[in-house]
T-cell receptor, first 114, second 115 residues
Framework: AQTVTQSQPEMSVQEAETVTLSCTYD???????LFWYKQPPSRQMILVIR??????QNATENRFSVNFQKAAKSFSLKISDSQLGDTAMYFC???????????FGPGTRLSVLP | DTGVSQNPRHKITKRGQNVTFRCDPI?????LYWYRQTLGQGPEFLTY????????KSRLLSDRFSAERPKGSFSTLEIQRTEQGDSAMYLC?????????????FGSGTRLTVV
């Protein structure tokens, strides 16, 4: 069974500092993608960054980057120069069932403090 | 196209009543998904459509739940005889076929409160 674990229910970071959110997963599939989604308070969920499992190079999108360790099945999200607008729930997710659906982790609530 | 649209945004209903939610996906997206998200948790898969065909249903989708997507455009999710445990955010997402690896486009959700 595919599972996703996010061991940090809540985190906080000072504005302009760096924070890392952790995610571990379990899958029997070999080729897959991993995603981080952001859900701001009372707003819709949006895609932050994605990583292709067969690529060794870690994905980067502006201030967001990942540390992907395939052997350890670890997929952490690093947010640099944190901004107040980064305050949100963050979910780690990946497709399963031969790419038909997503399984999501329980989320990490990130608060960026002024 | 303004993205995935869900209506209503909020619904409060009494236990035992029926409710129906609507999702309008991005027009060129032929896959449509329904997820349920309870407070403080990640979304859980309910069902998905490829055009008008419902291809998979989760065990979470009890016989009180039914989803349709007539003509492969908008979709409705109906909950009959609502229970307090049905209180949750119901999320709709869409994407083109074969594009799951690019991620969903989500709607803003319908928040259901059963009192």
């Amino acid at each position: 069974a595919q599972t996703v674990t996010q061991s940090q229910p809540e985190m906080s970071v000072q504005e302009a500092e760096t924070v890392t959110l952790s995610c571990t997963y379990d899958t029997s599939e070999n080729n897959y993608y991993l995603f981080w989604y952001k859900q701001p308070p009372s707003r819709q969920m949006i895609l932050v960054i994605r990583q292709e499992a067969y690529k060794q190079q870690n994905a980067t999108e502006n201030r967001f980057s990942v540390n992907f360790q395939k052997a350890a099945k670890s997929f952490s999200l690093k947010i640099s120069d944190s901004q107040l607008g980064d305050t949100a729930m963050y979910f780690c997710a990946f497709p399963y069932n031969y790419g038909q659906n997503f399984v999501f982790g329980p989320g990490t609530r990130l608060s960026v403090l002024p | 196209d303004t993205g995935v649209s869900q209506n209503p945004r909020h619904k409060i209903t009494k236990r035992g009543q029926n409710v129906t939610f609507r999702c309008d996906p991005i027009s060129e997206h032929n896959r449509l998904y329904w997820y349920r998200q309870t407070l403080g948790q990640g979304p859980e898969f309910l069902t998905y459509f490829q055009n008008e065909a419902q291809l998979e249903k989760s065990r979470l989708l009890s016989d009180r739940f039914s989803a349709e997507r007539p003509k492969g455009s908008f979709s409705t999710l109906e909950i009959q005889r609502t229970e307090q445990g049905d209180s949750a955010m119901y999320l709709c997402a869409s994407l083109p076929t074969g594009a799951l690896n690019y991620g969903y486009t989500f709607g803003s959700g319908t928040r259901l409160t059963v009192v």
